[in-house]
């Protein structure tokens, strides 16, 4: 059962971990007096060549170049999209064929006269807009996420952080409060905790009622107070809330710990990015004349005005 002032007792508080993983790579070998002596020393590897230079033509599509820098600009916007199996020489291969064939079906486009079509132009103008959003947004993300930006916003989120106490804690959560009272008694006889929740507890959503390190305003009221008064290794009488009937221990107790910087980097750089590009929006709108005909949707999908057929004033 998830733990939430949403859900039954709040989101249980699950501290993040990473688990580094070390691969080791045993070789052994038996040699015997028949194996003939191995070279004195291997040949060098190869150095892979450097990439061509910008300007470097990679192939001509009926006269027209495709250089290094296209397939460049290229693989920046698809190459997210490209399998992963594909690396080095075999990515710029495809990356390469990719052009080719776009060059191909754009030339014809360019002989069927499709760029004098009555939308095009328009799809033009949109596309060269969104480009150029893309670019300045693009321009504030990276300006947003340099290390020195990053740390500033998790110093003063620690600094902020206000001292507060988390436990540890267990509970079985069951229907009645006589089966609270005969968890009561089996635990006082000595029976394993983790057992005895494994076999009767309702809330399936703790490891053998395991509820991890939590603070107070992570749990229901009821729960919380009296978890919070229990001594390290006490056990609660019976604890009624709105999900049932709890039997409470407490496992251990300390003061909540800001996480280290690696460990939230990801979201930091999340929210400077979003907080970045949302701030020069509004400064731009703030300063901009911005004026909605009657044609326009409101926020609920519903038209501003019932007018007639007429288009909207400008664009």
Do not use: C
Not at 10 to 23: N, W
């Amino acid at each position: 059962m998830p733990f939430s002032t949403k859900s039954p007792l709040g989101t249980r508080h699950l501290a993040a971990s990473v688990a580094a993983l070390t691969l080791v790579l045993g070789l052994s070998a038996a040699v015997n007096a028949q194996t003939p002596p191995a070279p004195a020393a291997a040949p060098a590897a190869a150095t892979e060549a450097p990439p061509p230079a910008p300007g470097t033509v990679l192939a001509t599509v009926n006269g027209k170049p495709i250089t290094q820098a296209d397939l460049d600009m290229a693989a920046e916007d698809i190459g997210p999209g490209i399998s992963q199996q594909l690396k080095g020489k075999a990515k710029d291969a495809y990356i390469l064929d990719y052009l080719i064939d776009g060059n191909l079906v754009a030339q014809k486009a360019a002989a069927d006269k499709t760029a004098e079509g009555p939308d095009f132009a328009k799809k033009l103008a949109y596309a060269k807009d969104k480009l150029l959003m893309e670019s300045v947004l693009t321009k504030i993300a990276k300006s947003a996420t340099s290390d020195e930006a990053l740390h500033k916003i998790y110093d003063d989120a620690a600094k902020g952080q206000k001292a507060e106490e988390e436990i540890h804690a267990r509970h079985i959560l069951v229907a009645t409060e006589g089966d609270a009272e005969a968890v009561v008694k089996r635990l006082k006889a000595g029976e394993d905790f983790a057992k005895v929740a494994k076999e009767v507890s309702k809330d399936p959503g703790s490891e053998g009622g395991d509820l991890g390190w939590f603070t107070k305003d992570r749990m229901v009221p009821a729960f919380a107070d009296a978890a919070f008064k229990l001594k390290d290794g006490e056990l609660s009488v019976p604890v009624k809330s709105q999900f049932g009937w709890h039997v409470i221990q407490v496992e251990g107790r300390r003061q909540k710990t800001f996480p280290p910087f690696d460990q939230v980097k990801d979201q930091i750089a999340r929210y400077a990015v979003q907080k970045a590009q949302s701030e020069l929006i509004a400064s731009l709108r703030k300063d901009a004349k911005i004026e909605r005909t009657s044609a326009a949707p409101s926020a609920d999908g519903a038209v501003l005005t019932s007018g007639g057929n007429e288009p909207p004033a400008g664009k």
